[in-house]
């Protein structure tokens, strides 16, 4: 049981025209009411605002509304009051001492979710989900967190997990199925498809998982390309902004330059690169190392030729390198007269310089990663990276259960590796006892007998 209580600034830290501070706990009242010249909170309604003033020692700190929430019914579970004070970051700091000296704790980061958490009002899934909604950068990625938030995700885990208990229910009372006099012959033909058919459904989560990947962190895309092409130029014209530096001097970028864009919901962090080619100078090699390793980790690679120029053999080595990618490649310079007389699958021409046939690439991006997925929006995505581990763990330990009545090993060998995956599954919402498998089994004996 959690009894203390935390207190904790839960705006941006910075100016601004108000600042919350929180507290959760049974004291969180007491606390304030203490040091709060107005009503009477403990008097109070649940969910009211109330104006008054912060006076600490016969000395006014601040002018500020108070929200009382009783429990059960807030965001912890927990008595929550907060306190909107002005904005200032050294007066919400002043009251969030005075809190302290009359008896609250402070708040570790994520600490209100986490007793939502502990209380359970909430499942691991929908707490991480929290943290999603605050770190969503696009439209896509908040309502994917709001789906999270939702339960959404809780949702399909305990799907699968309703499954999983079936088929250990199954195995559980194999001696009740009188046509399967022979354990091997039940492993076989009764729980062996229904595995089968659950890691088909898993598969299918991890697959659209990339999505939802992409969806929630962007995509890594790197800008690839000999020196001189206009690597650094497309980067300032998809950015709207000049951020890189153009030269006409070959090798100007040295060291990776980054930034962000939203094309159609799709979030690219964009990487421009030193250009690759052999080079005395220490600075460009070590950046021109960088850019390898760049092409490895990107999720999409634009992939920069001048227009002008036949193909020279570090651009034929380049392609080679990231022909297994993703690759956009980019035609530029076409403002200048020669034409390329190569083609390439997933190809646009631009001028980065007179900013034209930006939005065709913008285009395509958004057609390769969003083609017939219309709905990507009213689908429910796992994007989290650690729920994502713990569903190829599940399928592991599914494999290993189908391995085992292959191998015609006694039934509670799979069993086992059935439970392991129940209790994997369990780690992703956060609910890792086996008494709850016990119960839920037990349950589910009581329904069908
Ligand atoms: N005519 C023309 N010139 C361009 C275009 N795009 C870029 N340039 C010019 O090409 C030169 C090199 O451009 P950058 O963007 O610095 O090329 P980069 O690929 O980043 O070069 P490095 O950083 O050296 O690898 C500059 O003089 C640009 O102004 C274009 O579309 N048309
Ligand atoms: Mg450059």
Known sequence: MISDTIAQISTAIGQGAISIVRLS??????????????????????????????????????????TVFRAPKTFTTEDIVEINCHGGVFVANKIL?????????????????????????????QAESVMDIIEAKSDFSLSLANKGLDGEIYKLIVDLRTDLLNIIAHIEVNIDYPEYDDVIELSNNLIKPKIESLITKI??????????KIIKDGLKTAIIGRPNVGKSSILNALLREDKAIVTKIQGTTRDVVEGSINIGGIILNLIDTAGIRESSDLIENIGISKAKKMIEEAELIL?????????????????????????????NKTDLNKELTHKFENSVQISALHKTGIDNLEKLIKDMFLSGEVNIIDQTY??????????NDTLNSLYDSIKAIQEELPIDFPEIDLKTAWATLGEIIGDTSTTSLLDELFAKFCLGK
């Open 97 to 125: 001492e005075i809190l302290f000296l009359e008896g609250a704790r402070s708040a570790n980061p994520g600490e209100f979710t986490e007793r939502a958490f502990l209380n359970g009002r909430i499942d691991l899934t």
């Open 25 to 66: 706990g049974e004291e969180s009242i007491n606390i304030v009411n203490k040091i709060f010249k107005g009503d009477n909170l403990e008097k109070v309604d649940t969910h009211t605002v109330h104006y008054g003033h912060i006076i600490y020692k016969d000395k006014a700190i601040d002018e500020v509304l108070v």
């Open 203 to 212: 598969k299918k989560l991890i697959n659209k998982s990339n999505y939802g």
């Open 382 to 391: 796992i994007s989290n990276a650690r729920h994502i581990g713990k569903l």
């Open 303 to 331: 992939f920069v030729l001048e227009n002008n120029q036949a193909l020279t053999k570090e651009d034929e080595e380049l392609l080679k390198l990231t022909e297994h990618k993703k690759r956009i490649v980019i035609i």
